[in-house]
């Protein structure tokens, strides 16, 4: 057995995701992540809102919450407040985020709170039945909108830039990137920001074509270029992290 | 002396999502009616390791 799986509930496995889902890799990248950081399984809190990837609070093995819709960062904001000692990370998903949660990502990276925030953006609804999100990009076919999708994509990016806040961006087929950028925000000492891009095959991927979640993820590797400089902006099609 | 690697993988576990059959550079994994199968060809990679998102597969050297 590997060693990181000591930070996982091996009881509730198999994950309730569909096969080839991009969620169980992230959870993978940051049970990873903390157990090389030897981080301390009582000193850790993981929040996680409603959504696929909401669940994933549920296999860690520490204090975890799964909190209203879109209301996972103000309860970690809470959480961070009443025990500063505690490293609280949210883990949750864009359409929780970023969508319903939105505004209160505005707030926390203006307040600075020192929370880790892992967006896995998958780019739809994914449990309602592929829906379009507000990260769903443009003309694209989704169970809402099956003529493409009339609104172009949001950016977090300079939301969370704004406020000189750390953010790094990363997908599933870089796995040790996304781990080195996850080791990085959970060592910041401010508002930490990850955006990773995840596949969702059975919500989006089929209707956008693909024939398998092999495909999506290797797209990642063709669409993604690395990012060698940290102090100026990410462009669309690159990961890395920025920290002004 | 060439290092040999056994693929055990944790059928419990597994989804079948087929990721570690396309990810394997030598072709060593295959789909059977009992799930994913190791035919002993395995090089260590582990790239089927690291992309099993159901953390079902581990990579072992065989130690004589």
């Known amino acids: 057995m590997q060693d990181y799986l000591t930070l996982l509930k091996l009881k509730k496995l198999p994950t ?111 449990m309602t039945g592929g829906q379009a999100s507000p990260t769903t990009p443009l003309n694209a076919k989704t169970a809402s909108t099956p003529f493409g999708n009339e609104f172009p994509e949001i950016d977090v990016q300079p939301v969370v830039l704004a406020n000189n806040n750390l953010y790094a961006r990363s997908t599933v087929y870089h796995f040790d990137h996304l781990k080195q950028v996850i080791k990085k925000a959970l060592l910041d000492k401010e508002f930490s920001f990850v955006e990773v891009m995840s596949n969702c095959y059975q919500g989006y991927g089929k209707k956008a074509g693909y024939m398998h979640p092999y495909e999506i993820i290797m797209d990642f590797k063709k669409n993604y270029n690395m990012s060698r400089s940290h102090k100026k902006e990410l462009k669309k099609n690159e990961i890395g992290f920025v920290k002004k | 002396m060439k290092k040999k690697f056994k693929v055990l993988i944790n059928n419990k576990w597994c989804k079948c999502c087929s990721l570690c059959i396309k990810f394997c550079p030598v072709k060593n994994l295959t789909m059977t009616e009992q799930g994913v199968k190791d035919s002993g060809k395995c090089i260590g990679c582990k790239l089927c390791e690291r992309y099993c998102p159901d953390f079902a597969i581990e990579v072992q050297e065989i130690k004589k």
């Open chain 1, 16 to 126: 309730t995701w569909c096969p080839g889902c991009g969620n169980g890799l992230v959870v993978k990248a940051l049970a990873q992540a903390m157990h090389e950081l030897k981080m301390n399984k009582h000193n850790t809190v993981i929040v996680s809102g409603i959504g696929c990837n909401g669940r994933s609070a549920g296999y860690f093995n520490l204090e975890s919450i799964h909190t209203l819709h879109g209301r996972a960062i103000p309860v970690a904001e809470g959480i961070k407040t009443a025990n500063p000692k505690l490293n609280v990370i949210v883990l949750s998903g864009d359409g929780d985020l970023l969508a319903i949660g939105g505004n209160h990502l505005l707030h926390a990276s203006r307040r600075k709170t020192n929370i880790t925030v892992i967006c896995v953006n998958n780019r739809i609804y994914g």
